[in-house]
């Protein structure tokens, strides 16, 4: 079946330099999200983003976070700069309609060092 | 704001028990009620989920969850579980037709051979 696919599965960086994750959402998906796990818990909310805009963001979504999808390409995540409570596993999600349940990728695990 | 509360961090069964994982939710308007299943390591899958109508929803490998407005609770339930239902399960709720699923803290089943 279709997938969310999350290149890569980890990244290691120094803290106070940027990091972009990104993320091969499912081809006619129209709407995409990034949630932050710490630890295996609890799945936090960051951002959603539908037709080249945020929707809604959390307070987790810091200034130093940024999201696009230039031209229907990979959807990212940057960071800049990174910070040690930035180490995570960070998961994207698609979906091709609002109401319909987003299609999560397997997560890229970064470590801020 | 929606929220939703998954009580039980750690539920133990056998092979072959059944089992309920429970999820309450406070919101009062339209919402979308979801289930999804976490294996170590792995990106969420999506089981099922409830809108409106019959209150019983049945998802993917004998996965059950009733609606119930009333109590406002979602709760999964599982006749007969086995070993590869190991996981840790994420009950999550949306309003209509507005922003990103939020997810409650996860429940993590362990099923005892």
């Known amino acids: 079946g279709p997938k969310v696919l999350q290149i890569p599965s980890h990244q290691i960086i120094d803290m106070g330099q940027m990091v972009t994750l990104n993320c091969d959402p499912v081809s006619n998906h129209l709407y995409f999200y990034w949630y932050k796990q710490i630890l295996g818990q609890q799945m936090e909310f960051l951002v959603n983003?539908?037709?080249?805009?945020?929707?809604?963001k959390s307070k987790l979504f810091k200034d130093q976070f940024s999201v696009e999808r230039p031209d229907g390409s990979y959807f990212t995540l940057k960071i800049q700069p990174t910070a040690l409570e930035d180490s995570a596993v960070y998961f994207c999600?698609?979906?091709?309609?609002?109401?319909?349940?987003?299609?999560f990728g397997e997560g890229t695990r970064l470590s801020v060092l | 704001t929606q929220t939703v509360s998954q009580s039980d961090a750690h539920v133990t069964v056998f092979e072959g028990d059944s089992v309920e994982l429970r999820c309450n939710y406070s919101y009062g308007g339209s919402i979308y009620l979801s289930w999804y299943i976490q294996h170590h390591g792995r990106g969420l899958q999506f089981l099922l989920k409830?809108?409106?109508?019959?209150?019983v929803v049945q998802g993917v490998n004998g996965f059950k969850a009733e609606f119930s407005k009333s109590d406002s609770s979602f709760h999964l339930r599982k006749a007969s579980v086995h070993w590869s239902d190991s996981a840790v399960y994420f009950c999550?709720?949306?309003?209509?037709?507005?922003?990103?699923?939020?997810f409650g803290a996860g429940t993590k089943l362990s099923v005892k051979p």
């Open positions: 983003f539908y037709n080249g805009k945020v929707m809604e």
């Open positions: 409830y809108y409106s109508g019959n209150p």
């Open positions: 999600a698609s979906s091709l309609l609002q109401n319909q349940a987003p299609l």
């Open positions: 999550a709720v949306r309003m209509y037709n507005n922003n990103a699923p939020r």
